[in-house]
């Protein structure tokens, strides 16, 4: 086993004062850290996607690895997150230089505007692939971490 070390946070001057967040509310130190329990089997890519073009980044039939824990994903310019599992699939913007983090294999798609609710927990489709689309004008640089 290895220990993934998570270090994120944020910093805006916003309507007058300093608003931050980070992991670990309420615990003190700089930079705080959150350690995750891993295997230690990781992937990296680092690639361009030339305009008006899709890239399959991770698939679990050809996975390397073949399952993950935390995912990584940064571009140069704004591009769209496809997350496909066995009934649904999500897809988000992910705007040029911030990074996108993902911290587990799950994806939970909703086919209509209705709001999750309390209750038991919902059942999530773990997530079969990862696609990228760039539609930005220009080529995207990006790199994703997959750690499992």
Same mark, same amino acid.
Request: aromatic residues 6%; contains cysteine; glycine residues 10%.
């Given at each position: 086993?290895?220990?993934?070390?998570?270090?994120?946070?944020?910093?805006?001057?916003?309507?007058?004062?300093?608003?931050?967040?980070?992991?670990?509310?309420?615990?003190?130190?700089?930079?705080?850290?959150?350690?995750?329990?891993?295997?230690?089997?990781?992937?990296?890519? /680092?690639?361009?996607? %030339?305009?008006?073009?899709?890239? &399959?980044?991770? !698939?679990?039939? *050809? #996975?390397?690895?073949?399952?993950? $824990?935390?995912?990584?994903?940064?571009?140069?310019?704004?591009?769209?997150?496809?997350?496909?599992?066995?009934?649904?699939?999500?897809?988000?913007?992910?705007?040029?230089?911030?990074?996108?983090?993902?911290?587990?294999?799950?994806?939970?798609?909703?086919?209509?505007?209705?709001? /999750?609710?309390?209750? %038991?927990?919902?059942?999530?489709? &773990?997530?079969? !692939?990862?696609? *990228? #689309?760039?539609?930005?004008?220009? $080529?995207?640089?990006?790199?994703?971490?997959?750690?499992?």
């Amino acid at each position: 086993m290895a220990t993934l070390n998570v270090i994120n946070r944020f910093e805006v001057l916003a309507q007058g004062g300093l608003v931050t967040g980070r992991e670990a509310p309420g615990v003190t130190g700089n930079p705080p850290v959150y350690g995750l329990s891993v295997t230690g089997l990781a992937d990296r890519q /680092i690639g361009s996607l %030339a305009t008006a073009a899709v890239l &399959t980044l991770w !698939s679990s039939a *050809v #996975g390397r690895p073949a399952t993950w $824990t935390y995912l990584h994903y940064v571009a140069d310019q704004d591009t769209y997150l496809q997350l496909i599992g066995s009934a649904t699939n999500a897809i988000l913007k992910v705007l040029a230089n911030l990074p996108l983090v993902l911290s587990r294999q799950l994806v939970l798609g909703a086919a209509n505007t209705t709001a /999750i609710t309390g209750g %038991a927990e919902t059942s999530a489709n &773990t997530i079969a !692939s990862v696609v *990228v #689309g760039n539609y930005s004008g220009s $080529t995207a640089n990006y790199t994703c971490g997959l750690v499992l």
